[in-house]
T-cell receptor
Framework: EPEVTQTPSHQVTQMGQEVILRCVPI?????FYWYRQILGQKVEFLVS????????KSEIFDDQFSVERPDGSNFTLKIRSTKLEDSAMYFC?????????????FGPGTRLTVL | AQSVTQLGSHVSVSEGALVLLRCNYS??????LFWYVQYPNQGLQLLLK??????LVKGINGFEAEFKKSETSFHLTKPSAHMSDAAEYFC????????????FGQGTRLTINP
């Protein structure tokens, strides 16, 4: 069964460093998303991406964040200069066409720890 | 804007007992509603979804949920809890088709007592 994969599973970084979180969405999906979940809190939307551009972003997704689909398979989230408060679980998700009623398939997540 | 409220951050039931996890939503347009489950150290798995067809929706692992527009609710139930149901459950809402985001509730941690 197709699934969304994410690497690495755990990333530890120093404050101020750049990190890139990687995701491989399901191959025929068209819409891609990043969400984050700070420990003990709810899952929050960060950004959605369609047709090689951002379609919506939240207030959390400031200039420190960027997304890219560098090739036909990967979808990346870059944080330019990490802050302590960026420590969270980051989930990638993808969905196919609108006929799927936005059933989003989630990856296992990357736990980011900023020291 | 859409929002979701899950009543009860922790719910504890005995094995074999009824599971009821509450979810109320707010949306200015007809919503799509979802329940996701998260097992420890894992991602989010879709349990079931409401997409404006039948108001009683059946999902995986014996769970079901009923959409009640008048109450703006989408409560999740299971007649008989199993130990393997212990997990975090998230209710989520989205609107319109296309690349729309999911808005999640705070989550409810379900504990099953033997």
């Amino acid at each position: 069964e197709p699934e969304v994969t994410q690497t690495p599973s755990h990333q530890v970084t120093q404050m101020g460093q750049e990190v890139i979180l990687r995701c491989v969405p399901i191959s025929n999906h068209l819409y891609f998303y990043w969400y984050r979940q700070i420990l003990g809190q709810k899952v929050e939307f960060l950004v959605s991406f369609y047709n090689n551009e951002i379609s919506e972003k939240s207030e959390i997704f400031d200039d420190q964040f960027s997304v890219e689909r560098p090739d036909g398979s990967n979808f990346t989230l870059k944080i330019r200069s990490t802050k302590l408060e960026d420590s969270a679980m980051y989930f990638c998700a993808s969905t196919g066409t609108s006929g799927n009623y936005n059933e989003q398939f989630f990856g296992p997540g990357t736990r980011l720890t900023v020291l | 804007a859409q929002s979701v409220t899950q009543l009860g951050s922790h719910v504890s039931v005995s094995e074999g007992a009824l599971v009821l996890l509450r979810c109320n939503y707010s949306s200015s347009v007809p919503p799509y509603l979802f329940w996701y489950v998260q097992y420890p150290n894992q991602g989010l798995q879709l349990l079931l979804k409401y997409t404006s067809a039948a108001t009683l929706v059946k999902g995986i692992n014996g769970f079901e949920a009923e959409f009640k527009k008048s109450e703006t609710s989408f409560h999740l139930t299971k007649p008989s809890a199993h130990m393997s149901d212990a997990a975090e459950y998230f209710c989520a809402v989205s609107v319109r088709q296309g690349a729309q985001k999911l808005v999640f509730g705070q989550g409810t941690r379900l504990t099953i007592n033997p």
